[in-house]
């Protein structure tokens, strides 16, 4: 088990992304309610220099509340900074680490980077208990993605886990394999985050990541990409953990069900609301919005062809709830980029599997050019973001 006092340095996650919808226009319904929950987290947890660094377009609700945060930073650190003086000059009675994990943590909760990253690098060195030694190691790992350094995540990552082969305990060990997963969703790798979070269903603990409701939402949206029609079965649809919380989210229980069930319709009617309700408003997510969009269009296609040696092309249109001028469009991309394994034979307008066109080189190229094609678009709107 955990150590009894091993509390979580707090760093409020939820505030990048209230940043992030702000300045999304199409996001516009969010904008309210996360501008208010913005500044009501920010006073909450006294963060002055987090607020400091906010664009001029998000002006706090009152002009000196600031000023405000900034005198209680100043008061809460002059006291940390006594402790730790203190500490030192007992020559050994007192331990300083103590104080020393206690000021980094409140530099981390008020989001002051520049200062946190060195206070605890300091408290590091000073601690000798591996428990507390990883605790904030995975206290870097979240002000890192507060910030949203990929970089600095994966390389605290590995420094976590170098600690817990050391002698890390269970709850840290299964704690890690959550962020783990979050970082994966971040970087694309649909299939690696959903082995974790799944295997992470009935050990969660790690709260100062996510709410539970949240961690079983990222399960399905990443199981939909990263598991086979078996595993889904297995491992979603016969989760206790995952039914327990199907009522409370209609929309991806559709969308994982249709799937299974190969309702496509329903499928695709679905994943445009997980598009706009889970993708799009979430900064970790909303650059792979259109390639998991993609990716589960490809999947029923794959799907649908495993059942038929061929189709007409108004029956396929009629299973997936969309014209078949449509499927002759879509499907015809992923023909060519030799991601489905079939012909489409206009004339008779039938639609007929074939043999290979397996993931190859071509392949490879085509994944690599759409990745980099997803994150130029990203790119451009954020310019325009910024422009306009």
Not at 213 to 234: H, M, N
Not at 240 to 258: D, F, G, R, Y
Request: include cysteine; hydrophobic fraction near 40%; aromatic fraction near 8%.
């Amino acid at each position: 088990m955990a150590d009894a006092d091993s509390v979580p340095i707090k760093i409020n996650l939820k505030l990048p992304q209230y940043v992030f919808q702000l300045h999304e226009q199409d996001l516009s319904s969010l904008h309210e309610e996360a501008k208010k929950a913005l500044w009501e987290g920010i006073e909450k947890d006294e963060m002055a220099p987090y607020a400091k660094t906010l664009p001029s377009s998000l002006q706090p609700p009152s002009s000196d509340l600031i000023s405000k945060l900034e005198a209680k930073n100043e008061e809460e650190l002059k006291k940390f900074d006594d402790k730790i003086k203190s500490a030192e000059e007992s020559l050994g009675e007192t331990d300083p680490a103590e104080s020393m994990r206690e000021k980094a943590g409140y530099l981390c909760q008020i989001g002051d980077k520049e200062r946190a990253l060195p206070a605890i690098d300091a408290a590091f060195e000073k601690t000798a208990g591996i428990g507390a030694r990883i605790d904030l190691v995975l206290a870097k790992i979240r002000l890192a993605m507060f910030y949203n350094e990929k970089a600095q995540v994966e390389g605290d990552i590995k420094t976590a886990q170098d600690l817990i082969e050391k002698g890390g305990d269970w709850d840290r060990r299964n704690r890690l394999k959550v962020y783990r997963a979050l970082h994966f969703l971040s970087i694309r790798k649909f299939k690696e985050a959903a082995d974790l979070l799944i295997d992470s269903l009935s050990t969660f603990t790690a709260s100062e990541l996510m709410e539970y409701e949240e961690f079983v939402e990222l399960t399905v949206l990443a199981a939909g990409i990263g598991c086979d029609r078996k595993a889904i079965k297995t491992k979603i649809l016969a989760s206790a953990e995952i039914n327990a919380l199907m009522p409370q989210m209609p929309v991806l229980t559709t969308l994982i069900k249709s799937l299974y069930d190969t309702n496509y319709a329903e499928l695709f009617t679905a994943l445009a609301q997980v598009e706009e309700k889970y993708l799009m408003p979430n900064p970790i997510l909303a650059p792979h919005a259109r390639y998991y969009v993609r990716e589960m269009r490809v999947k029923a296609y794959t799907q649908i062809l495993e059942s038929y040696q061929s189709l007409t092309m108004e029956r396929m249109s009629k299973a997936f709830g969309v014209s078949a001028s449509f499927i002759d469009a879509d499907l015809s991309k992923f023909i060519a980029a030799r991601r489905v394994s079939c012909v489409i034979d206009k004339v008779s307008g039938v639609i007929t599997k074939t043999s290979g066109a397996q993931r190859n080189d071509k392949y490879s190229l085509y994944e690599q050019v759409l990745n980099a094609g997803d994150s130029l678009l990203n790119d451009v709107e954020k310019l325009s973001r910024v422009v306009g």
